[in-house]
């Protein structure tokens, strides 16, 4: 079982920058993809972007790529999101997601990239935007 705790929402201004913190209980090191998704008031949850703890695969979606960056720390346990030049679209509930990825490493990742794909979910934090 994985525990999200997911903090460093806020509001900033157009062009900003924001950092989003999502701690976990229970080890994910080495065998988890850790996913960032978000949901805009009336739509869907999308993708952002996703990474293999195990090293050497992120991804991202293509709203995102250029200025968001998904990193962890697996000593502490923890994934972030690190969000760069922010527009209002970029306004949401932020949520980190766990996948137990096994023997299919990375590869497991490249194939998660819809909610359904995650079992173990954080609460969500709040990212507006103003313009």
């Known amino acids: 079982q994985v525990h999200l705790v997911e903090s460093g929402g806020g509001s900033v201004q157009a062009g900003g920058s924001l950092g989003l913190s999502c701690a976990a209980s229970g080890s994910t090191a080495n065998r988890f993809c850790m996913g960032w998704f978000r949901q805009a008031p009336g739509k869907e949850r999308e993708f952002v972007a996703n990474i293999y703890t195990g090293g050497f695969y992120s991804y991202y979606a293509d709203s995102v790529k250029g200025r968001f960056t998904i990193s962890q720390d697996n000593a502490k346990n923890t994934l972030y999101l690190q969000m760069n030049s922010l527009k209002p679209e970029d306004t949401a509930v932020y949520y980190c997601?766990?996948?137990?990825?096994?023997?299919?490493?990375?590869?497991?990742?490249?194939?998660?990239?819809?909610?359904?794909?995650?079992?173990?979910w954080g609460q969500g934090t709040q990212v507006t935007v103003s313009s």
């Open positions: 997601a766990a996948l137990f990825a096994g023997v299919l490493g990375g590869r497991r990742c490249e194939n998660a990239l819809g909610s359904k794909d995650y079992p173990y």
